[in-house]
């Protein structure tokens, strides 16, 4: 799988994957995070679909305005449609396009997936969580399994989200995830304390898609 440096040096997936190492210290649990890179929700669909209503709706106040003829209001349409669907489809505006609800989602499948592809649900106390972050998407999901989701409860994570969110809004992707490990280190201390037979079950390295 090819990493992308842009997004994380060598060095600083070196110091997440000790941030990991140093959460997972007091816990039974194991933390996993997995950073996409590559939209989840393609936007053309969605821009083309709003270039289409808006061409559609926007000749009809021109039609009652001016003395425009059928041809010319048809043609106007399809002008309204192609300008439209290009600018939208082939600009970041188009990102726009994609409904807060579709992008949530396509990040919490996402994040689902990857929690069972990594075998994060194969740790022997149950106790892994996934850290995923759609960057695309501006979305961070957390993927619990049954042992610690049980202990801590579905609203306890928000706190780390928010952390992980703040710092990459600011271009501090690194301290954002390092604040949100840290998070989860002391969430899983308090409910999955380490045992004495403990062992690192899962690799501690950042998995960039």
Same mark, same amino acid.
């Given at each position: 799988?090819?990493?992308?440096?842009?997004?994380?040096?060598?060095?600083?997936?070196?110091?997440?994957?000790?941030?990991?190492?140093?959460?997972?210290?007091?816990?039974?649990?194991?933390?996993?995070?997995?950073?996409?890179?590559?939209?989840?929700?393609?936007?053309?669909?969605?821009?083309?679909?709003?270039?289409?209503?808006?061409?559609?709706?926007?000749?009809?106040?021109?039609?009652?305005?001016?003395?425009?003829?059928?041809?010319?209001?048809?043609?106007?349409?399809?002008?309204?449609?192609?300008?439209?669907?290009?600018?939208?489809?082939?600009?970041?505006?188009?990102?726009?396009?994609?409904?807060? !609800?579709?992008?949530? %989602?396509? &990040? +919490?499948?996402?994040? /689902?997936?990857?929690? *069972?592809?990594? =075998? #994060?649900?194969?740790?022997?106390?149950?106790?892994?969580?996934?850290?995923?972050?759609?960057?695309?998407?501006?979305?961070?999901?957390?993927?619990?399994?049954?042992?610690?989701?049980?202990?801590?409860?579905?609203?306890?994570?928000?706190?780390?989200? !928010?952390?992980?969110? %703040?710092? &990459? +809004?600011?271009?501090? /992707?690194?301290?954002? *995830?390092?604040? =949100? #490990?840290?998070?989860?280190?002391?969430?899983?201390?308090?409910?999955?304390?380490?045992?004495?037979?403990?062992?690192?079950?899962?690799?501690?390295?950042?998995?960039?898609?």
């Amino acid at each position: 799988m090819a990493r992308d440096e842009t997004i994380l040096t060598d060095t600083e997936q070196a110091r997440l994957a000790e941030a990991v190492r140093r959460a997972e210290a007091g816990t039974a649990g194991e933390i996993r995070v997995v950073i996409s890179t590559r939209p989840l929700v393609p936007h053309a669909n969605h821009a083309l679909l709003w270039a289409a209503v808006l061409a559609l709706a926007l000749p009809w106040p021109v039609a009652l305005l001016t003395p425009i003829d059928v041809p010319q209001l048809l043609a106007l349409q399809a002008a309204v449609f192609v300008l439209l669907g290009a600018l939208l489809a082939l600009t970041p505006l188009g990102t726009r396009c994609v409904p807060q !609800a579709v992008k949530h %989602a396509a &990040a +919490r499948n996402a994040a /689902l997936d990857h929690f *069972l592809g990594f =075998g #994060i649900h194969r740790t022997s106390g149950r106790t892994g969580i996934l850290i995923f972050v759609a960057l695309p998407e501006h979305r961070v999901e957390v993927v619990a399994d049954e042992a610690i989701h049980a202990r801590v409860g579905p609203g306890a994570w928000a706190e780390l989200c !928010a952390r992980v969110l %703040a710092g &990459a +809004r600011e271009d501090r /992707l690194t301290e954002g *995830l390092e604040a =949100g #490990i840290a998070e989860a280190g002391r969430l899983l201390g308090e409910h999955a304390p380490r045992r004495e037979d403990d062992s690192d079950e899962l690799p501690n390295r950042i998995v960039l898609l």
